[in-house]
C-alpha cells in the first residue's frame, strides 16, 4: 500500500518560515520524481515546486526565491522550506510522487498565514 504522509503545516505570521515533509512508503522512493502542490478555497490545484529523480527542479513563478524543494532519499522524504511567508501562501499543501503513468498522493497539511 502507498502513503504519503505530510507533516510540518500551521499557523505562521507573514514573513515567517515552515518547513514541510513528506514522507513516503509502498514504493520505490528513489524511482519518483517528487513535487508539492497546493489548493487554496475556492481555487484550483496548483503545483508549487517539483524535484526529479535527476535532481532537476521546478518552482511557481510566485514562490520562486522563496520556497526550495529538497529530498532525502535515505529517509524516503521531500521537503519544503518556505520562507518569507505570505497570506497568498495560505493553502492545503499537498504532496504528490509521480511518474510518466503513474501518481500517488498525500493527505494534505494546511498552510495558514496570517498578515
Known amino acids: 500500500q502507498v502513503r504519503l504522509v505530510e507533516s510540518g503545516g500551521g499557523l505562521v505570521q507573514a514573513g515567517g518560515s515552515l518547513r514541510l515533509s513528506c514522507t513516503a512508503s509502498g514504493i520505490v522512493f528513489t524511482l519518483y520524481n517528487m513535487a508539492w502542490y497546493r489548493q487554496a478555497p475556492g481555487s484550483q490545484r496548483e503545483l508549487v515546486a517539483s524535484l526529479t529523480t535527476g535532481g532537476s527542479t521546478n518552482y511557481a513563478a510566485s514562490v520562486q526565491g522563496r520556497f526550495a524543494i529538497s529530498r532525502d532519499n535515505a529517509k524516503n522524504t521531500v521537503y519544503l522550506q518556505m520562507n518569507s511567508l505570505k497570506p497568498e501562501d495560505t493553502a492545503v499543501y499537498y504532496c504528490?510522487?509521480?511518474?510518466?503513468?503513474?501518481?500517488?498522493w498525500g493527505q494534505g497539511t494546511q498552510v495558514t498565514v496570517s498578515s
Open positions: 504528490n510522487a509521480y511518474q510518466k503513468y503513474r501518481a500517488y
